[in-house]
């Protein structure tokens, strides 16, 4: 387990304080490695064997002829250092192998060294390294302290995103055998049982009736959340935590009373009983792409006419951004609604046109404020413009509640901070990085608490969820202040005068 | 002395030539995948000209990070731009009215030049993330161009060249005609530092240049759920596994 750690201490927002280089600070951070039962399965050696550095530059080179992103972010990168006060793992840690460049030099060394005239001249000129056991271990632990949420590369002046950089560089590292354990481990749970968390299909039918009796006993409604529902208009594919964990589930049941409230039939899915999409953590296409491929297969098995996904960055990300590339066409789907949705913009669309009716009241006394996750502002869009996925959650949030304040600007929509606890990294042996990668946005927090009385912050992301819930309490907050939207939506909502 | 930078210059302008066209060629071979712009992103293909003529002319992204930076940027690159259109002269038979207008521009472009080299220089050893992140290489590139920068002003502002000497051999190096180059110390060293410059150009981060065109994350449009994006790699994926 981790050595015990100091919780950073928070500074002014307004200062936007830089701290001084700790070389080394984080070099002992690193997630548990996979073992041959978690790499297997989805076609990785199960450990490093003799010959890793071949196969690895191997690898490598095969990336770079099929991404763009790397191959260009490669060469380009003027180590003009405008990136390295922007990454919340570098201002938590000061580590400068967590300012984005400093991290992309540990990949691009090695790329310098084997796939560049200087790098095979003049080593030393261009900052080129052989890949030995010491770089593969640097590798491991610092591409395992980033969320892959492409803050770097907003300020980025060619938009070098150090997220494609930590992916090539994960799955370089799974091809030898050297994978991450909490990654490989729940896809391998995907693939088998389903969804992220392994609820076998029995548990979750259990699940899913105990709230349907919890929401008629609360409100007096008969509010269903029906699965594999043959012939339903919307296929809901939301992150499994939504079935499992507080605040998640409380979202859950909100999409669950809007679409009741609408009088839209819709179903989950046990085959699609997950929305997360881990493939796009370790970087591989393949994996990515067979994931996504149960979505597919529920649609066509259910025969639904849309598909619309819960509240979940990342999912989001892959959902919005990748899905069609992977698994569509979408062409048995009802043209009429773009593919995938999200439930953000299928409720926010019912508010405007007056489809479900929301009473601030059930909100009474929380003031909210909104974390923008990182791959929904960063990777993904809501609704027809660009920026849609800021303002539709901003007026659906402000439907539900009375009051509503932003965090500092540097800190919300596009330049908003991760949580701390994406791209993989939300495991108990990671705590300190996730702690200390979570101070940017608590310090934006904190102003709002202290200044405009924010009693809440709502999320629409299971992940930075789950990572509030937990380092909350770190800078002295109740971990029940992080909210899902739709749990506010939940609280808001008039049941039962759509008829 | 003019054989001698005839063939360092035909040498030079191969490798430049050359060496950029292969790489360009390699950046847009190769696939991208996926959708990946960084969002808000453009909807539309005049949209995403739009971005990346910001990024080329106004640096956007560089304003939003870092003030003082792009304060330094700008007076290198504008003064750069400046001083390189006035070189057209040495090169063009016929001037044109645009390269005619910014003649009289020589000392302000240089002294920009100067001073945002100086001020990036001056970075890489006064900000400490900066330090980190500078390697020999980076100091190089700046001495070069600062090199370039100071022996082209001198020659501008205090020991003057024979230009029309100059022009003559450059116009007859395209022409591939020999007619002498002036021997001052100055101009050979000038154009010593540049044909070093245009060697070391496709192997070097001055690949900045064209590669911010072909950087997916700004020149993508945001339209995924509106047109399947699918490459050829991943196309082949799809036959096999189905
Ligand atoms: C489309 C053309 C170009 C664009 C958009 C562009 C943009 C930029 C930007 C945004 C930076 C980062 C800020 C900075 O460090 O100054 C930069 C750095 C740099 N550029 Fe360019 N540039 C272009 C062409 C060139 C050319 C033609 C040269 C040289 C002959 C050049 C030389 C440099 C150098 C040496 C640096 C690094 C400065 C340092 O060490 O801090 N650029 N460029
Ligand atoms: C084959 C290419 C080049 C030739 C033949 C050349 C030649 C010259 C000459 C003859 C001058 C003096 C002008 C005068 O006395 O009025 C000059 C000035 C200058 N050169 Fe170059 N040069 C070349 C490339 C470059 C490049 C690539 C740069 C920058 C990276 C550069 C930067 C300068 C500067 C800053 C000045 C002073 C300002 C000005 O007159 O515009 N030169 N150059
Ligand atoms: S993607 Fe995010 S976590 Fe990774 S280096 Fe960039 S800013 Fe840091
Ligand atoms: S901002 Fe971009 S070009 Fe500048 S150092 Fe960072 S990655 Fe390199």
């Not at chain 1, 699940?207 to 012939?231: F, M």
């Not at chain 1, 913009?345 to 059930?362: A, C, M, Q």
């Not at chain 2, 190089?140 to 370039?148: D, N, Q, R, S, T």
């Amino acid at each position: 387990m981790a050595a015990p750690f100091d919780t950073p201490e928070l500074g002014d927002v307004e200062e936007r304080r830089i701290p001084a280089l700790k070389p080394g600070a984080m070099a002992e951070s690193k997630p548990y490695v996979a073992a041959a039962v978690h790499q297997e399965p989805l076609g990785f050696p199960g450990v490093l064997e003799d010959g890793w550095e071949k196969k690895a530059i191997g690898h490598m080179g095969e990336l770079l002829s099929k991404y763009r992103s790397l191959q260009v972010f490669m060469d380009i990168c003027v180590k003009c250092g405008a990136c390295t006060d922007k990454c919340h793992y570098f201002l938590g840690t000061a580590d400068p192998k967590n300012m984005p460049v400093g991290r992309a030099d540990l990949f691009r060394s090695v790329y310098r060294r084997y796939f560049t005239p200087a790098g095979k001249i003049a080593p030393g000129l261009v900052g080129a390294r052989d890949l030995t056991r010491d770089v593969l271990d640097e590798w491991y632990n610092y591409f395992h302290q980033c969320s892959q949420c492409r803050r770097c590369s907003v300020y980025c002046p060619y938009g070098i995103d150090t997220a494609e950089i930590s992916m090539a560089a994960r799955d370089i590292m799974d091809s030898i055998g050297q994978g991450q354990k909490y990654c490989n481990e729940i896809i391998g749970k995907v693939h088998k049982i389903g969804n992220n968390l392994g609820l076998p299909a029995p548990a979750l039918l259990d699940t899913l009736e105990g709230l349907e009796e919890d929401i008629e006993a609360d409100t007096g409604v008969p509010v269903k959340l029906p699965i594999d529902v043959q012939g339903a208009e919307v296929l809901l594919v939301t992150p499994s935590a939504d079935f499992f964990a507080e605040p998640h589930v409380l979202g859950l049941i909100g999409y669950a009373k809007v679409f009741h409230a609408a009088g839209v039939s819709w179903t989950l899915s046990t085959k699609a009983s997950e929305a997360g999409n881990f493939g796009m953590f370790i970087g591989n296409y393949e994996q990515m792409r067979k994931i996504s491929m149960r979505v597919r297969e529920a649609a066509l098995e259910l025969g639904v006419k849309r598909i619309i996904f819960g509240e979940c960055g990342h999912a989001w990300r892959v959902a919005y951004s990748f899905l069609n590339t992977l698994a569509g066409p979408w062409d048995f789907l009802d043209p009429r609604y773009p593919v995938p949705q999200h439930i953000l913009e299928f409720t926010n669309d019912l508010i405007e046109r007056k489809g479900v009716k929301l009473d601030k009241s059930g909100n009474d006394g929380m003031v909210l404020t909104v974390h923008d996750s990182c791959n929904v502002a960063r990777g993904a869009r809501m609704g027809d413009r660009p920026g849609g996925q800021f303002t539709i959650p901003r007026a659906v949030i402000k439907a539900s509640v009375p009051k509503f304040v932003d965090m500092h600007p540097d800190t919300i929509c596009e330049k908003t901070f991760c949580c701390g606890g994406g791209g993989g990294l939300l495991t108990d042996e990671l705590l300190e990085l996730r702690v200390k990668g979570s101070a940017p946005r608590m310090e934006a927090l904190k102003a709002v608490v202290e200044q405009e009385g924010v009693t809440h912050m709502a999320a629409m992301c299971a992940i930075c969820k789950a990572q509030f819930t937990k380092v909350l309490p770190y800078f002295g907050h109740d971990r029940e202040m992080v909210v899902s939207v739709h749990q506010l939506v939940s609280n808001a909502i008039i049941l039962g005068d759509n008829d | 002395m003019t054989i001698f930078f005839a063939i360092l210059f035909t040498v030079a302008t191969l490798v430049l030539v050359v060496g950029l066209g292969l790489k360009i060629a390699r950046y847009a071979r190769t696939p991208a995948p996926l959708k990946i712009p960084t969002t808000p992103a453009p909807l539309t293909a005049p949209g995403v000209a739009f971005r990346l003529a910001r990024e080329a002319v106004v640096f956007e992204s560089l304003f939003k990070a870092n003030k003082p930076l792009w304060i330094f940027a700008a007076l290198f690159h504008f003064g750069l731009a400046v001083v390189l259109l006035r070189h057209v002269r040495y090169f063009e038979t016929q001037v044109g009215p645009v390269i005619a207008l910014i003649q009289p521009f020589a000392v302000p472009a240089g002294l920009a030049m100067l001073a945002g080299l100086l001020a990036l220089l001056a970075r890489r050893f006064v900000i400490e993330r900066v330090r980190y992140i500078t390697g020999p290489s980076d100091i190089l590139m700046l001495v070069l161009l600062l090199g370039i920068t100071v022996t082209g002003m001198m020659m501008t502002n205090h020991v003057h060249t024979d230009v029309v000497a100059v022009k003559a051999f450059f116009t007859g190096l395209l022409a591939f005609e020999l007619r002498p180059l002036p021997a001052d110390p100055l101009l050979i060293v000038h154009l010593l530092l540049v044909a070093a410059l245009m060697i070391v150009f496709p192997f070097s981060k001055l690949l900045h240049a064209p590669g911010l065109f072909f950087s997916p994350t700004r020149n993508q449009t945001d339209t995924p759920r509106e047109r399947r994006h699918l490459c050829d790699w991943a196309a082949k994926l799809e036959e096999k596994v189905n």
